[in-house]
């Protein structure tokens, strides 16, 4: 008895200090379970709303595709097409929920069985080797918070997820989840990942696809396709076995899932491209205004022809040197632009940056100035020595012609005649034109700039001979075909404007005769491709550039090659390595377009048909004089003529005033006294002779040419 009593005594006080501490315990986790509740509702009515949640990605996705709908790049956050609960397929669910959070639909956006499976593996190994993360805290953390890893930040990350679960069903976690977690190689949700790896929708994803996708979510640097692609696999493999143990799948459906077979997507092209896409997507902030819905941009840009133009720079560009192409379509689009042999080791594009002397390839300039003024391609002119000022010009190899037409001048791109024809048209006229057709550079009006001194653009010269293929219409390079949103929504359409004319269809045809023979007999041969091509070739002082530009089926394309740092390079000729570029980027490029004849049929203005009226009066010399107003005074020695009645005899009456009276039944005009001589003159002086015959605007035979 009396030990019953001891223990008794013994164990009260441990009693009594057991249910205090419980007590407490119980006071202290209903207050902590109060103030959770409060702190939740409180973070819950400050959360954004769901439709603010969808459009609030981390910045806009842009894609970029060629004419065709290939793309070249995608650039910023990768989001893509949204995709609505329903609309994401079921395998794609299931695998995420079971690689990631397999009791994510029982727990209320924290899962303490994992957070204790974690603590367990810290214990074991004594590092953080798996997280105890619900699906709702990775969408917590993607939205609001950073990745550091600290307790505080945990802390907050749970509070949220706890919040969002009260707020948002479970379908809208899952749905706002796989819409913005990141899966490696720029793409943030699924439909970017599916578009970024296998070149489609997440519409269509299939199991061994959402396997791939689901697998990326633990680390997507490592698992990426774009970065190792048998990771990618073994890890699907994984996430299969997962998906079978939790039963979301069965062995036979895991079994027929081939990750090995899935073909993922061609990575794009970051080369010769990326010069384009640099110059055109700056463009962007003058057609649209759209900066956070991700877009698709499709370009002008045709890859084959792109690619064949890399090939024809890189093979053809003499050693040491760079080289550069833009090609020009019919309607200004762009179908081709490399600015260089190699974008990545220079990203500099000599298409559109570098300013370079354009050399003979200027003389456009010059020969529609004389085209406009009068001249004709079959005007005969004289390749010699000339002197302007203290300029003296000559020829490549020094040699003279004589008396040649101007087509054979500008085929064999005589300097002499160049010069002879800028000084007589005057040189301001030559740089209006240049201006006319779209050179934006500086025009120097010096004597020597019709040889081509002035410092132009690739793409501006390339413009200036679209414009030409056009017959004369003004032609605007332009990138971008149309912007639309990921859901089709369009932004932006071009429209191509024809309205403006630069010269008469005329000179144009005059000046595309001109270019014609300079490539079937003259220096640019060597662009010859089987069908109709006009061009000219360029060449600068010492080889320091050489230039090919021309035309043919509706497409320009401009070649320019040299040294950055100007320096000579051997042997380099507009007529050889640049033209040769341009044959075989050509050859390629029109290969399935229509064969097409240019149009050099010159109908000129009437003012230019004057010789063929001059032949219905004779000779110059049997001319007709006339006084200032207009009655004859003199005759030539062709015709005779009654001065008095004011007509041959024999002619039939004249056409006057009397006859034109008579024909019409008007009565007949008083007679009137003769008018008095002007008060300026005596009466019996003669006036002086001015001829009727009109002076064709023709120039002299000009003294030289190259």
């Known amino acids: ?47 954004p709303g769901y439709e603010d949640l969808k459009s609030s990605p981390n910045g806009q996705m842009i894609r970029v595709l060629d004419v065709n709908g290939r793309e070249l790049i995608s650039m910023g956050p990768s989001y893509g097409q949204w995709l609505d609960y329903q609309d994401i397929p079921q395998v794609m669910i299931d695998a995420m929920v079971a690689v990631e959070d397999r009791r994510f639909e029982s727990h209320l956006g924290v899962d303490p069985i994992g957070i204790a499976r974690s603590l367990k593996v810290r214990m074991d190994r004594g590092y953080w080797a798996q997280g105890g993360s619900t ?25 949220i997820a706890l919040a969002m679960e009260s707020k948002f069903s479970k379908g809208q976690i899952l749905e706002l989840y796989l819409n913005k977690v990141y899966f490696g190689g720029g793409a943030y949700g699924i439909d970017a990942a599916s578009r970024r790896f296998f070149a489609h929708s997440a519409a269509e994803l299939d199991l061994a696809e959402a396997a791939i996708i689901a697998g990326l979510v633990k680390a997507p640097s490592r698992y990426s396709p774009t970065a190792d692609a048998q990771a990618a696999v073994d890890r699907a493999a994984v996430v299969l076995t997962v998906m079978q143990d939790a039963g979301a799948i069965t062995a036979s459906q895991a079994a027929q899932a081939k990750p090995t077979s899935v073909e993922l997507a061609p990575e794009p092209r970051q080369n010769s491209v990326r010069y384009f896409t640099d110059w055109a997507l700056p463009q962007l902030d003058l057609l649209i205004d759209e900066t956070v819905e991700p877009i698709e941009v499709w370009t002008t840009l045709d890859l084959d022809m792109q690619r064949a133009a890399t090939r024809a720079i890189q093979a053809n560009v003499p050693s040491g040197a760079q080289g550069a192409l833009v090609a020009i379509d019919r309607d200004g689009a762009i179908r081709a632009m490399v600015g260089g042999t190699d974008y990545v080791t220079s990203n500099y594009n000599r298409a559109t940056q570098a300013v370079r002397q354009p050399g003979s390839a200027w003389k456009i300039f010059v020969y529609m100035a004389a085209l406009e003024a009068g001249y004709t391609p079959n005007d005969m002119v004289t390749d010699e020595p000339i002197k302007i000022g203290n300029w003296s010009p000559r020829n490549s190899g020094g040699r003279y012609a004589g008396d040649i037409t101007l087509r054979t001048a500008f085929a064999y791109s005589k300097n002499t005649v160049a010069a002879a024809i800028g000084n007589d048209v005057g040189t301001s006229t030559v740089a209006n034109m240049a201006r006319r057709f779209g050179i934006t550079t500086p025009v120097d009006t010096n004597p020597s700039m019709v040889l081509g001194t002035s410092d132009v653009h690739l793409i501006d010269m390339t413009r200036a001979f679209a414009s030409i293929n056009a017959k004369g219409v003004a032609i605007t390079p332009f990138a971008i075909n149309k912007v639309n949103t990921m859901n089709g929504r369009l932004l932006y359409q071009s429209k191509f404007d024809g309205s403006r004319v630069l010269v008469d269809p005329w000179v144009a045809a005059g000046i595309t005769d001109l270019l014609q023979t300079a490539v079937n007999t003259g220096t640019g041969k060597a662009a010859q491709i089987g069908r109709p091509v006009a061009g000219k070739t360029g060449t600068t002082s010492s080889n320091k550039d050489g230039w090919f530009l021309g035309f043919s089926s509706g497409l320009t394309t401009g070649v320019w090659m040299g040294r950055d740092d100007a320096k000579a390079v051997g ?36 003012w230019q048909l004057e010789p063929d009226e001059e032949d219905l009066f004779g000779a110059p010399e049997d001319g007709i004089y006339v006084d200032e107003n207009g009655m004859p005074i003199e005759t030539g020695q062709g015709l005779e003529y009654d001065m008095e009645g004011g007509q041959a005899p024999g002619d039939p009456p004249a056409m006057d005033q009397e006859w034109i009276d008579s024909v019409l039944g008007r009565s007949e005009p008083e007679e009137t006294a003769p008018a008095a001589p002007p008060p300026d003159r005596p009466a019996d002086q003669s006036p002086a002779p001015v001829s009727i015959l009109p002076k064709t605007p023709k120039p002299a035979p000009a003294p030289g040419g190259q």
Do not use: C, H, Y
């Open 1 to 47: 008895m009396a030990r019953g009593k001891k223990r008794s005594k013994q164990s009260g006080p441990v009693r009594k200090w057991f249910f205090r501490i419980l007590n407490t315990g119980l006071v202290v986790g209903l207050l902590g379970l109060i103030a959770l509740v409060v702190a939740v509702f409180v973070v819950r009515s400050s959360l």
């Open 571 to 606: 042997g380099l000729q507009g007529g050889r390595a640049p033209a040769a570029a341009f044959a075989s980027f050509m050859k390629v490029a029109v290969a399935n377009r229509k064969v097409e004849q240019f149009d050099t049929e010159l109908v000129l203005p009437e």
């Open 135 to 159: 699906i709702t805290q990775q969408l917590a953390r993607n939205i609001f918070l950073s990745n550091t890893r600290t307790f505080g930040r945990k802390g907050r990350e749970m509070l």
